[in-house]
């Protein structure tokens, strides 16, 4: 029998384990390292510019790292990423008491989302190769899952371990993770064919650099509007949860960094719960469904806009705040694994991890620019951030009814794909 024919083959389950402990150290990471900059500066606006400034690496890394994936072998790529991550954390570490503490975490932010930048598109170039495509959908669930569960268990612990005991041991923690992950993924086995080819590289690059752009603006027009959908909604709603969510708990409701680590694990918990549901519902909910599914998650805005325009209690608020955090969470992930897999499956294998890349560095983008802007707007309108997170829900719900022609669009290209696949 194949052994792609069944979703947990040896090498996918190597493969999931390894994101595991390598997403738990990352997923630590990101949580305790923008925390500590905002409790050092208590500056919301110096926080979007830095969280800002930390992506512009990955969006320019992650179409290089889609040119590698398909280029070079994908498991040699984790390994050694891993591994750097880890030497990357140490000498951060060494640096502590030797170099401005701020300047340093800034440093390592952007460094470590430009590894990302090459990570992610590996391992979603790596999953056509491991599964087979009936098994597509469940293994970019499954993966989506990894990532959601080491991201309710990063931020849990790392608030009680930054709460009680600071930075050090995060740091430790991380190193540990990210060295288990690359040593675990140099057993899997990802099929690789090396492209004799007398370009050099810079030619390489142009070519796929075209490839990719033609195939996205040219054959598959609909994925670039799609991705001009996505980057509204980084722009007013996935950047309004990065920036909103840590200076409402922590500067308008005076909790403690534990709370917030509990916010951010239900994040975590929501993304798990979504890719469940993607599970559970692949059968009835479809993609020319998706703005549906977008204005399910802007629902989730207005609970947290009445209670902090009220000025309900401070617990109750968190509450209400965490709560509406687990729903966006869960129904986006629904939305994010249809479109990823969407994307895969209208992809040929030589292309995936090119064009995964450049739709995922196009539709963040738009992520900084909403960093900095909600930045300034929670420094200036601290007192009244009800204000900003109505506007958002506002101006992302007119956005999801507008997309509605696009995604109905899909439905004829999600119908033949199934046609097809029954022929096979």
Not at 108 to 128: C, D, F, K, R
Request: proline share 3%.
């Amino acid at each position: 029998m194949n052994n792609k024919t069944k979703l947990f083959n040896k090498n996918f389950t190597l493969m999931v384990i390894g994101q595991i402990i390598s997403l738990f150290g990352n997923s630590i990471l990101r949580f305790a390292l923008p925390l500590y900059l905002l409790d050092t500066t208590n500056s919301a606006a110096l926080f979007g510019a830095v969280s800002a400034c930390s992506l512009i690496p990955m969006i320019t890394v992650t179409p290089f790292g889609g040119i590698i994936a398909d280029r070079a072998n994908k498991r040699n790529i984790m390994v050694f990423l891993d591994f750097l991550t880890a030497l990357l954390i140490t000498v951060f570490l060494l640096s502590i008491g030797k170099i401005n503490l701020v300047f340093m975490l800034i440093v390592t932010l952007m460094i470590l989302y430009g590894i990302q930048g090459a990570y992610q598109p590996t391992v979603q170039a790596s999953i056509p190769l491991l599964v087979d495509r009936d098994n597509l959908l469940p293994g970019n669930a499954v993966i989506n899952q990894v990532s959601s569960l080491a991201g309710l268990l990063g931020p849990v612990i790392g608030g009680i371990l930054y709460g009680f005991y600071g930075l050090m041991p995060i740091l430790i923690a991380s190193i540990i993770c990210f060295f288990v992950s690359a040593v675990m993924e140099i057993f899997i086995k990802i099929p690789y064919t090396k492209e004799e080819t007398t370009l050099s590289a810079f030619s390489i690059v142009k070519e796929d650099f075209l490839t990719s752009l033609n195939f996205i603006f040219k054959e598959k027009p609909v994925l670039f509007k799609t991705i001009g959908i996505i980057s509204c909604f980084n722009l007013f709603l996935s950047s309004l949860i990065m920036i909103g969510i840590p200076v409402i708990i922590t500067q308008v409701l005076n909790m403690s960094s534990q709370a917030y680590g509990i916010t951010q694990g239900m994040l975590a918990f929501g993304g798990l719960c979504g890719g469940i549901m993607t599970g559970v519902l692949m059968n009835k909910v479809k993609i020319y469904h998706s703005h549906i599914i977008l204005l399910v998650a802007i629902l989730g805005l207005i609970p947290m806009g009445v209670v902090l325009m009220f000025n309900v209690d401070a617990m109750i608020s968190y509450i209400v705040v965490t709560a509406c955090c687990f729903l966006i969470m869960a129904v986006s992930t629904l939305f994010s694994i249809q479109i990823l897999t969407f994307i895969q499956s209208e992809t040929p294998t030589h292309l995936t991890g090119k064009v995964i890349s450049f739709c995922l560095a196009m539709t963040m983008c738009a992520t900084p620019i909403g960093q900095i802007i909600y930045g300034y707007l929670f420094e200036a309108l601290k007192n009244d951030t009800h204000i900003i997170i109505f506007v958002a829900a506002l101006v992302s719900g007119l956005i999801a009814l507008m997309s509605k022609k696009v995604f109905s669009s899909l439905k004829k290209i999600e119908v033949c794909g199934e046609v097809c696949n029954d022929r096979e």
